[in-house]
């Protein structure tokens, strides 16, 4: 793989770890609230899952900055993605789709959904192809600029996308109502 795609997948994917983390840091209780309300976890064991989840993303993201970590940092981002992925399932197939997912952060509440999971399952696909041996040439300014415009250009796409996903209960009641 070509060290520019590489890069921009692991400056992608730890930028999302680092904001998820951000998120669980600003208002741990209510992190803890939302583990303990999809009923995977026992309720005395939250307080002491949510740091460790928190930590898990914080160390994500930083062994997909570093060189020497070459597989940790995508494995480790692969398998937390699917386990969220699982845990939002597990509550579907359960018919709990009111719970809040907790990836949006405290200041949006959005409910599980199908659409979730497709999208922890495409996001553990992308941290599997940082997996790929990286091909080894020199890099040059433009690549710098080249990684910098994925970036925001990803990002933008993220967010759109997820924003789409948070109102999409909202625009099916706006659709169905006569």
Known sequence: MDPVIDLILRCGLALLFLVAAIHKLRDPVHFRATLIDYRI????????????VTGAELAIA???LVPGLHAAGPAGAAGLLA???LAIAVNLARG???IDCGCAGPALRRPISGALVARNTVLAAVALLALRP???RELFW???LTVGAALLSASALYVA??????EAPLRARLWSEP
Request: charge should be positive.
């Open 41 to 52: 976890v026992p309720g005395g064991a939250a307080g002491l899952v949510a740091w460790l």
């Open 62 to 64: 930083a062994a997909l």
């Open 83 to 85: 386990l969220y992925g």
């Open 96 to 98: 709990r789709r009111h």
């Open 134 to 136: 990286v091909a080894a």
């Open 142 to 144: 433009v690549d710098a």
């Open 161 to 166: 996308v997820d924003r789409m996903l948070g």
